[in-house]
Antibody, heavy 112, light 110 residues
Framework: QVQLQESGPGLVKPSGTLSLTCAVS?????????WSWVRQPPGKGLEWIGE???????NYNPSLKSRVTMSVDKSKNQFSLKLSSVTAADTAVYYC?????WGQGTLVTVSS | QSALTQPASVSGSPGQSITISCTGT?????????VSWYQQYPGKAPKLMIY???NRPSGVPDRFSGSKSGNTASLTISGLQAEDEADYYC??????????FGGGTKLTVL
């Protein structure tokens, strides 16, 4: 069974870039699936950030598209998220997912 | 894209059935049979309960069922149990090749 694990800094300064990686184990990232990022601000609902195919094709949430970049590293069997020009509104638990598997989530706080 | 519309809360007694609605538009729920439902406990990752409107992943009790009519999808939980108390989210594929979630529904088992 595929397992996902997010990693990255838990604290990012305003105007900086949030960078997270999702390590995939128990399966190949090159399988025929889209790999997603979802976030959840404290006490609020889920927000879809975007998805990436193993070929590198991407789809992004229109509201975040100008600030989001996703990539795949097949050699490391992982995929990544970068979100630029962050503000306090980007503070959230960030999940990587490929239904039905989800990572445990990682809290990223934007603060100086 | 606008979030799908879910009731903020629903409640029911053990053994009863409840239904959570998820209303979208003809550009998402109404146009695709790619509606999913997730269960989330506090501090935990969401768990997929229903995919493609009415399919249950392995291990999900058959008390959980999904359906769709027009622009509205529904999750029904029959034989309500205390362990079903959680937040539930719907999600749908959209005509923009993106996904959108509902605002979430808090289920309380009385």
């Amino acid at each position: 069974q595929v397992q996902l694990q997010e990693s990255g800094p838990g604290l990012v300064k305003p105007s900086g870039t949030l960078s997270l990686t999702c390590a995939v184990s128990g399966g190949s990232i090159s399988s025929s699936n889209w790999w997603s990022w979802v976030r959840q601000p404290p006490g609020k609902g889920l927000e879809w950030i975007g998805e990436i195919y193993h070929s590198g094709s991407t789809n992004y949430n229109p509201s975040l598209k100008s600030r989001v970049t996703m990539s795949v590293d097949k050699s490391k069997n992982q995929f990544s998220l970068k979100l630029s020009s962050v503000t306090a509104a980007d503070t959230a638990v960030y999940y990587c997912a490929r239904d039905p598997e989800w990572g445990q989530g990682t809290l990223v706080t934007v603060s100086s | 894209q606008s979030a799908l519309t879910q009731p903020a809360s629903v409640s029911g007694s053990p053994g009863q059935s409840i239904t959570i609605s998820c209303t979208g538009t003809s550009s998402d729920v109404g146009d695709y049979n790619y509606v999913s439902w997730y269960q989330q406990y506090p501090g935990k990752a969401p768990k997929l309960m229903i995919y493609e409107v009415s399919n249950r992943p392995s291990g999900v009790p058959d008390r959980f069922s999904g359906s769709k009519s027009g622009n509205t999808a529904s999750l029904t939980i029959s034989g309500l149990q205390a362990e079903d108390e959680a937040d539930y989210y719907c999600g749908s594929y959209t005509s923009s090749s993106t996904w959108v979630f509902g605002g979430g529904t808090k289920l309380t088992v009385l």
